[in-house]
């Protein structure tokens, strides 16, 4: 019913940067909050950032003052702005969406992921 798909990850060096990409697709009344999650090998999925429709934004500690998120309402887009990158950050970024469907149903859905490597 909706769908997320992710783009904007890959391969780049310590210091460098990476934006990542997440359009929401298919029958959607509205959506509510956005956001970027990420998982580690061997770790727990953990926040990344988050995002309302209203634009109120939240980070981890860990990223705040390097990474931006963003959105666009009209094109059911979230961006992740990701600055200043280090070898810690590498990860599988997922998109995640609270979203409302055409026919007035909450659906809580998931990207299928992104990685990020960030290495020398």
């Known amino acids: 019913q909706v769908q997320l798909v992710e783009s904007g990850g890959g391969l780049v060096q310590p210091g460098g940067s990476l934006r990542l990409s997440c359009a929401a697709s298919?029958?959607?009344?509205?959506?509510?909050?956005m956001g970027w999650y990420r998982q580690a090998p061997g770790k727990q999925r953990e926040l990344v950032a988050a995002i309302t429709s209203g634009g109120s934004t939240n980070y981890a500690d860990s990223v705040k003052g390097r990474f931006t998120i963003s959105r666009d309402n009209a094109k059911n887009t979230v961006y992740l702005q990701m600055n200043s990158l280090k070898p810690e950050d590498t990860a599988v970024y997922y998109c995640?969406?609270?979203?409302?469907?055409?026919?007035?149903?909450?659906?809580?859905?998931w990207g299928q992921g992104t990685l990020v490597t960030v290495s020398s």
């Open positions: 298919g029958s959607i009344f509205s959506i509510n909050a």
């Open positions: 995640n969406a609270h979203t409302v469907s055409a026919g007035l149903v909450y659906l809580e859905v």
